[in-house]
């Protein structure tokens, strides 16, 4: 049995401020013209939602919108950041928030043979008991599996290039917060890692595992703090079959879409340009 899946990420949508609304009214199009069997959601669903509760809801009802069923995760515009970031870090508010008006921040799914295993990268370095909650949740669940094949899905990477880097600001995780987690990984190891988060499409091999990053479908952006680490930089998805033994990605993405650029909109301060969009009323061209 051959199963496939979509990857969705990084929308950022907004019904008060839709400057990336096309992309996904597009996509949406294109993946019911030949529905999955599920679509993954991997964070960053919101332009704002930590600040703004009806981006949330918002995105809640656009995902509604794909005929396949949707598994979704938050990203750091959803419930916050990891690192303290002043009025930016994730919260028991902020994620209780995202519970209630998007869903659950951590599953885990069985479709045929496979597991597909979601977890909320953002609660890490949080000092959370959701985090410690989620650590457990997470070992019992790969230990239950029994060597079956599974998927992890996160909206941050584990890490950029190597597993022993130092830290990368918010790119990926934390050295503190990744070596508990390869740990796991390695005892329990997945046959794809998926993630999102760098608006970059990559694909690599790391202990046995193909690592993914889902490009975005909102922007792209190229900053000088971005770490240089390749990947492709249009916006689109991610669509994956798997198989017995076999696990294909493909980069997919519609001729219609448009690779909005927003490099000259942050390149000072992108948390205070995110911040003052999020603000900002929007006012409709007349």
Not at 87 to 114: F, H, I, K, N, S
Not at 144 to 170: I, Y
Request: charged residues 25%; aromatic residues 8%.
């Amino acid at each position: 049995m051959t199963l496939r899946l979509v990857q969705v990420s990084d929308l950022h949508l907004s019904r008060s401020h839709p400057f990336f609304f096309h992309n996904w009214d597009v996509a949406v199009e294109a993946i019911n013209a030949d529905p999955p069997d599920l679509v993954v959601a991997s964070g960053d669903l919101a332009l704002h939602g930590d600040v703004r509760p009806d981006d949330l809801a918002f995105v809640h009802a656009q995902l509604d919108r794909l005929s396949a069923p949707v598994l979704r995760l938050p990203g750091n515009h959803d419930c916050g950041d990891n690192l303290p970031q002043g009025d930016g870090a994730c919260t028991a508010e902020r994620l209780r928030q995202y519970r209630d008006l998007v869903g659950p921040d951590r599953w885990a799914e069985r479709l045929g043979d496979w597991t597909l295993v979601g977890i909320n990268a953002q609660l890490y370095d949080t000092g959370l008991s959701d985090a410690g909650e989620q650590t457990e949740w997470l070992t019992g669940t790969l230990e239950g599996l029994g060597g079956r094949p599974f998927a992890l899905f996160l909206h941050k990477p584990l890490f950029l290039n190597e597993p022993d880097e130092a830290r990368h600001g918010q790119h990926c995780l934390s050295p503190q917060a990744r070596g508990p987690l390869l740990r796991l990984l390695r005892k329990h190891p997945p046959a794809l890692v998926a993630s999102g988060h760098l608006h970059a499409w990559r694909r690599r091999r790391w202990h046995g595992a193909t690592m993914i990053w889902a490009p975005a479908l909102g922007f792209v952006l190229r900053l000088p703090e971005m770490p240089s680490s390749g990947g492709t930089r249009r916006v689109g998805w991610v669509e994956y079959e798997l198989g017995d033994g076999r696990l294909r990605a493909a980069f997919r993405r519609d001729q219609r879409m448009i690779d909005h650029d927003i490099s000259n909109w942050v390149a000072e301060d992108s948390q205070s340009f995110y911040r003052r969009i999020a603000d900002a009323p929007f006012r409709s061209a007349t």
